[in-house]
């Protein structure tokens, strides 16, 4: 018996593990069009028999499914108050900040959704999408979910031009180096060192990158994090990185100073408009051009 059991046990260990399934959430709400829920479920189990649906009722419920390998989330702006909603699909990006988890929502008023997001979820936009659903073609909402399925190969979060100064220490060097940042995202960005080295594909990096001019820092002036090369361009001395090993704390920071850049960008371009929009009015007299 003994001898059948560590066989079973040894055959258990070396077969092939259980692949885990992909999920498709629909977090829709109790209000929600039921005919148009089915309808959206029908096309996934038609279209995508690989997919698994699942439909959490309440906050609670979804939380606890954030652990799930999630293909694509649809939701209801209505499924709670719109800044639950929010505060949702936020910690479920910060929890899974490794990974690009698409977000489809269905809405009924587009200009509060899109005013909400842009305060709370503006760095994740890149992978996500809306659809004022009362009204529109079930074939367009259905071409919508495909398209936020695919969406997972896609990049994961947004670069953002920048100019930032910064210092690095080389590991592989022993050595301290000035460079720029001249892109950046929530897990990497592009950097040009100042010196004239040839980086290599692997070698890893501590950053100091300045962020007083853009937030308050109860620990400082500078962020410190860890890089990894991961392309090097031609040139040599350019280089995108990912960071590595990043703790929560940092990760908030990270979001926190690509906000303070992107606000300081849009209100360059308001600006920009504005002076562009009164020199046309000049131009025509005070009567701006149809």
């Known amino acids: 018996m003994e001898d059948k059991n560590a066989a079973k046990i040894e055959e258990y260990l070396q077969g092939p593990r259980k692949k885990r399934k992909n999920y498709v959430i629909f977090a829709l709400g109790e209000r929600f069009d039921r005919d148009l829920s089915f309808a959206m479920e029908g096309y996934i189990r038609k ?10 009722k309440s906050a609670d419920e979804l939380k606890r499914q954030f652990g799930r390998n999630i293909s694509l989330l649809v939701m209801s ?5 719109k800044n639950v909603v929010m505060s949702l699909v936020k910690l479920l990006k910060e929890k899974r900040r490794s990974e690009l988890i698409p977000v489809l929502f269905l809405t009924r008023d587009a200009e509060a959704l899109v005013e909400i997001y842009h305060q709370d979820l503006l760095l994740y936009h890149e992978a996500d999408e809306y659809i004022v659903y009362p009204g529109a073609p079930r074939q367009q909402i259905m071409s919508r979910i495909k398209s936020g399925v695919d969406n997972q190969n896609h990049r994961r979060s947004r670069r953002y031009s920048v100019n930032i100064p910064i210092n ?7 050595e301290h180096i000035e460079a720029h940042i001249v892109d950046i995202s929530m897990h990497g960005a592009v ?7 040839i980086f290599r594909q692997g070698d890893q990096l501590k950053l100091n990158i300045p962020i007083a001019n853009y937030l308050q820092y109860e620990a400082g002036d500078f962020m410190k994090i860890s890089a990894k090369v991961r ?23 990270i979001g926190q100073l690509l906000m303070a850049l992107v606000s300081k960008q849009f209100a360059r371009q308001t600006q920009k408009l504005k002076a562009q929009f ?12 149809p």
Not at 47 to 56: F, R
């Open 47 to 56: 279209s995508h028999p690989q997919l698994a649906v699942s439909n959490p």
């Open 231 to 253: 392309r090097v361009f031609i040139s040599g001395t350019k280089v995108a990185l990912s960071f590595e090993h990043v703790s929560d704390k940092q990760a908030h920071l």
């Open 191 to 197: 950097l040009i060192a100042d010196k004239d080295i």
């Open 168 to 174: 690095f220490f080389h590991l592989t060097l022993d």
């Open 77 to 81: 702006d209505e499924f709670a108050e």
């Open 278 to 289: 009164g020199s046309n009015v000049a131009t025509t007299g005070g009567k701006t051009r």
